[in-house]
């Protein structure tokens, strides 16, 4: 049996900070300017955003990417935005679910995005609300990548399978860092917590079947392979990366 040690969800959310970039969840309102909101993010009508950040907050990620890493093809760009997205946001509600034995309410209109930031992307919740860990799959899945998998295939050619790998790998990632920070910290508590949850929201529809349970190597390809200079994620479903048409980058 262990015995699971919880400190108080605090205003700043301050125990996230030990975690590491991924976890940190910055609180109140942003001192650069008015950012939007996640939930603009994801309603918002497409466009062209080259201009104004908050007009369309998602094609504008989708380009800065597209040009930083000078990507071939845009659902590339796709791919790297929703998964540093969903890293985000497991590892956030994970952490705070295994540290402080409740979420967060982190409701999309209530988290505050700045597209043109670099990774981690940078979050700011304006209001600290507890809510039980029992509504994590809640929270993230149903809350955040359902319905940016929806605003991303609605305007790009991207399929739900890419997706929703990109959702277990990013989910698989945080357990890995959050494994990581307990082994370092004499925490088995911490990653038999995160462990038990993990398997649980990987039992859902949308993610059953995108990882292997005994690795949690994924099943399906982010296409970082096409990237110019672009290689193999460390769970990537290849063993070497697949040779592209003639012609194609």
């Not at 998602?58 to 597209?66: C, E, G, L, S």
């Not at 911490?190 to 990987?202: K, P, Q």
């Not at 070497?240 to 048409?245: D, E, S, T, Y």
Request: hydrophobic share 45%.
């Amino acid at each position: 049996m262990v015995l699971l040690l919880f400190v108080d969800l605090d205003p700043q959310l301050a125990a996230l900070g030990s975690l590491g970039g991924f976890f940190v969840l910055r609180t109140g309102v942003p001192p650069h300017g008015t950012l939007p909101t996640l939930a603009q993010a994801y309603t918002a009508a497409p466009g062209d955003a080259h201009e104004d950040v908050r007009a369309d907050p998602m094609t504008f990620r989708v380009q800065k990417i597209t040009h930083a890493l000078r990507a071939p093809e845009s659902r590339i760009a796709v791919s790297v935005a929703q998964q540093a997205l969903a890293a985000r946001l497991w590892s956030i509600a994970l952490g705070a679910a295994a540290l402080y034995g409740q979420l967060p309410d982190l409701d999309p209109r209530l988290l505050r995005w700045d597209p043109d930031g670099s990774t981690p992307d940078d979050l700011w919740l304006s209001e600290v609300r507890a809510l039980p860990v029992t509504d994590l799959d809640e929270v993230v899945r149903a809350g955040h990548l359902a319905p940016l998998a929806a605003a991303l295939r609605s305007r790009y050619r991207v399929s739900p399978g890419l997706l929703w790998g990109n959702a277990g790998s990013a989910l698989a990632g945080a357990v890995r860092g959050l494994d990581r920070w307990a082994a370092a910290n004499g925490r088995t508590d911490v990653s038999e917590r995160t462990r038990a949850l993990a398997a649980g929201l990987l039992a859902h529809p949308d993610l059953a079947g995108t990882l292997a349970p005994r690795t949690l190597r994924r099943r399906s390809c982010c296409l970082y392979y096409r990237l110019p200079g672009g290689g193999l994620c460390g769970d990537c479903c290849f063993d070497r990366p697949p040779r592209l048409a003639p012609g194609r980058s």
